[in-house]
């Protein structure tokens, strides 16, 4: 049986006595109870410790119990902490609807009921508990996305690199050797056509295998970077297709970055192409990749029959795996993809702050310097 993870119960009231009966009531609940005797000494345990539900008097010296709901919840971090107000005196439904805008959850009126303050408080307790576990396993799942992504980008070099030099290399080698032997005459009364047809059928097998290990992962994003990368892809598509396509790269001068950040919006622009290719019917496509000193942005932009709103709207039973990919891709580096109607057509851009980026992506790859 798993062990509950413990929460912070902050209790704040400016009474010993108060904050001793509150105590002897809460220690039934097994979680960890926090005592502050002022509003300025609870802020101060509040920033340095994860409070699940603060335990307020509303009429405390200096500063109330609303002023100091207000105080808190105007911090980032605070934002969605529980604050159960504890009163004394009886409080009008203004003065309620006034704890409740700055931020209060729940009242409760002395005398105490014992057990009505223990439910309440292990109810947010409870909530904060969860919300914390969620938060680890999404913190697990984006990791276990990430590794998966690195993990596929890695296979597709590794299944493109036996490609071109075990499959390739073997074809080009029965090539050679087929023409050594007719050249030769090895082969009494060669039929010319069927030999023809022999070469032509290595010549396609050839190609093909050079197709798909440039397309799973281009040797020029490693050697050359990735606008080259970008540059043989779109004209590639272009003569595959029947779709117009063009690149547009500012500035000119195009710097180069560390191969997992170059990888990355390969792949995001190669799945918006794909997708442009498989799905959009369009006669036009273009793709932009800028820099300026505040971010990059990649954009692909069709002429095509456009999107579903749901899908511009990212709904997880409207996408498939390869933008959700794109999604993740961009998240990971800080950014945003946003899928946007272009009337006609489609753009997916992605937007990736510079600030957001780590250094080791920014880094030029020794092969570039």
Known sequence: MAIKEKVNILMVDDQPGKLSTYEAILSELGENLVKASSGKQALEILLKNDIAVVLMDVNMPEID????AEII???PRFQKTAIIFISAVHLTDMDQIKGYQRGAVDYISVPIIPELLRAKVSVFAELHRKSHQLEVLNRELRRLSVSLISTQDEERRRIAR???DGLGQDLSAAKIMLQGIFRQGRVPKPNDQ???DVVNLLDRALQQVRSVSYLLHPPLLD???LCSALAWYVDGLSKRSDIITSLRIEPKDFPRFAPEFETA????IQEALTNVFRHSRAA???VTLLKNDVEIVAAVCDDGVGLLDEVAEFRPDSI????SSMRQRIRELGGELRLKSASPGTIVEAMIPIASLPARLLAVPASAQ
């Open 162 to 164: 036996d490609l071109h």
């Open 73 to 75: 919840h105007q911090h």
């Open 265 to 268: 919006l390969f792949r995001v």
């Open 194 to 196: 069927a030999f023809a």
């Open 320 to 323: 498939g795996v390869g933008i």
């Open 65 to 68: 119990g609303f002023e100091m």
């Open 284 to 286: 036009k496509v273009s």
């Open 223 to 225: 050697e050359v970077g």
